[in-house]
């Protein structure tokens, strides 16, 4: 477990994914669990590791699960 929250933190450092919503804005943001999910913040509470639609990736750029996500 920790060399997964050592890696979700690296990954966080690398490509601002969050791992916290506490004082964020509301909105869905990438999620350091990977491309085919993403994190949803509301009212400083996190909603993570929710599911793009199958065949789908997370594109941050345009907050939201698409075909021609430029997700790594």
Not at 10 to 20: A, I, K
Not at 56 to 66: E, G, M, R
Request: glycine share 8%.
């Amino acid at each position: 477990m920790f060399l997964f929250g050592l890696v979700c933190f690296l990954f966080y450092m690398t490509v601002l994914t969050l791992l916290d919503c506490q004082g964020q804005p509301n909105g869905d943001y990438k999620s350091c669990k990977g491309c085919t999910v993403y994190l949803t913040c509301s009212n400083g509470i996190t909603y993570d590791n929710r599911p793009c639609p199958s065949g789908l990736k997370w594109d941050d750029s345009i907050k939201q699960c698409t075909f021609a996500a430029t997700c790594p």
